[in-house]
């Protein structure tokens, strides 16, 4: 007997699920009903820390540097960002990173949310704006109510991309967010921990593990750690001998010279 429209079985994801748009990553397209990030609903985050410790942008950037190129502003709009207490804030975006995968400085408008109530506010007037292409807001002290507030605003839009970040303790309370994630990392593995904790479709029975840097930004990375080296490598002429004093004009080799790199 065919399943009716609107109707989905538990134990498989569910094939009629709103539009989504890629994440960018083939494991977790693979492990999400639609094939990727939906449209038009609420994606909650839970880091394992709030204080910076799990990056969340190698997750979320390839789908925030592609949703609608070319179609208007695409506006990135973050909401109540925290600062981190540590000297490089991970929950910070770094401008050369971005530019890197492919999201453009320009695209980015950072609300900072001085209380919950401003946070809220701030982040469903976004998701009214036809420019926005997507809101990440961290809303610590969300209630279920203002969850249902967001969902109803995203789904109004229904192409735009809406990530709120809440603690991991959070994962213990109903949420009415489609689409769950607990986050966590793997240090020795250098990868982004991703537990399915809710989605349409059976439970995810082990962990996905996804690239902790995108190959982007590890050649970025790379190249800054190169030009760092040459700029400290200095080069410094061996002292004529004060027993030669016709050492002064003798022809230079190239063993006369040695790289010091500091």
Same mark, same amino acid.
Do not use: Y
């Given at each position: 007997? &065919?399943?009716?429209?609107?109707?989905?079985?538990?134990?498989?994801?569910?094939?009629?699920?709103?539009?989504?748009?890629?994440?960018?990553?083939?494991?977790?397209?693979?492990?999400?009903?639609?094939?990727?990030?939906?449209?038009?609903?609420?994606?909650?985050?839970? +880091?394992?820390?709030?204080?910076?410790?799990?990056?969340?942008?190698?997750?979320?950037?390839? !789908?925030?540097?592609?949703?609608?190129?070319? $179609?208007?502003?695409?506006?990135?709009?973050? *909401?109540?960002?925290?600062?981190? +207490?540590? #000297?490089?804030?991970?929950? $910070?975006?770094?401008?050369?990173?971005?530019?890197?995968?492919?999201?453009? &400085?320009?695209?980015?408008?950072?609300?900072?949310?001085?209380?919950? @109530?401003?946070?809220?506010?701030?982040?469903?007037?976004?998701?009214?704006?036809?420019?926005?292409?997507?809101?990440?807001?961290? =809303?610590?002290?969300?209630?279920?109510?203002?969850?249902?507030?967001?969902?109803?605003? !995203?789904?109004?839009?229904?192409?735009?991309?809406?990530?709120?970040?809440? %603690?991991? $303790?959070?994962?213990?309370?109903?949420? +009415?967010? #489609? =689409?769950?994630?607990?986050?966590?990392?793997?240090?020795?593995?250098?990868?982004?921990?991703?537990?399915?904790?809710?989605?349409?479709? #059976? %439970?995810? @029975?082990?962990?996905?593990?996804?690239?902790?840097?995108?190959?982007?930004?590890?050649?970025? =990375?790379?190249?800054?750690? $190169?030009?760092?080296?040459? !700029?400290?490598?200095?080069?410094? &002429?061996?002292?004529?001998?004060?027993?030669? &004093?016709?050492?002064?004009?003798? *022809?230079?080799?190239? *063993?006369?010279?040695?790289?010091?790199?500091?």
């Amino acid at each position: 007997m &065919p399943t009716p429209a609107g109707v989905w079985r538990a134990d498989a994801l569910d094939a009629g699920a709103a539009p989504a748009f890629t994440t960018g990553h083939a494991a977790l397209d693979a492990a999400l009903p639609g094939g990727g990030w939906p449209l038009g609903a609420l994606v909650e985050l839970l +880091p394992a820390t709030d204080d910076g410790g799990v990056p969340v942008w190698p997750l979320l950037l390839p !789908a925030l540097a592609a949703h609608r190129v070319g $179609q208007g502003a695409g506006t990135v709009v973050l *909401v109540g960002a925290p600062a981190s +207490p540590r #000297p490089a804030a991970d929950w $910070q975006p770094g401008l050369p990173a971005l530019a890197a995968a492919g999201l453009s &400085p320009a695209r980015l408008l950072w609300l900072p949310g001085a209380s919950p @109530v401003a946070r809220l506010w701030a982040a469903e007037q976004a998701l009214r704006c036809a420019d926005v292409a997507a809101v990440l807001a961290w =809303l610590p002290q969300a209630r279920a109510s203002d969850l249902r507030r967001l969902q109803l605003a !995203a789904a109004r839009r229904g192409d735009g991309l809406l990530f709120v970040l809440r %603690p991991a $303790q959070a994962a213990r309370t109903a949420s +009415p967010a #489609p =689409l769950r994630l607990r986050l966590g990392v793997d240090v020795v593995a250098s990868t982004l921990v991703v537990h399915v904790v809710k989605r349409r479709g #059976p %439970p995810l @029975v082990a962990p996905l593990h996804l690239p902790a840097q995108s190959a982007a930004v590890r050649a970025l =990375l790379a190249a800054a750690e $190169q030009a760092r080296a040459a !700029a400290a490598a200095r080069v410094l &002429p061996f002292a004529p001998r004060p027993d030669r &004093p016709d050492a002064a004009r003798e *022809v230079d080799h190239a *063993v006369d010279r040695v790289a010091v790199a500091a």
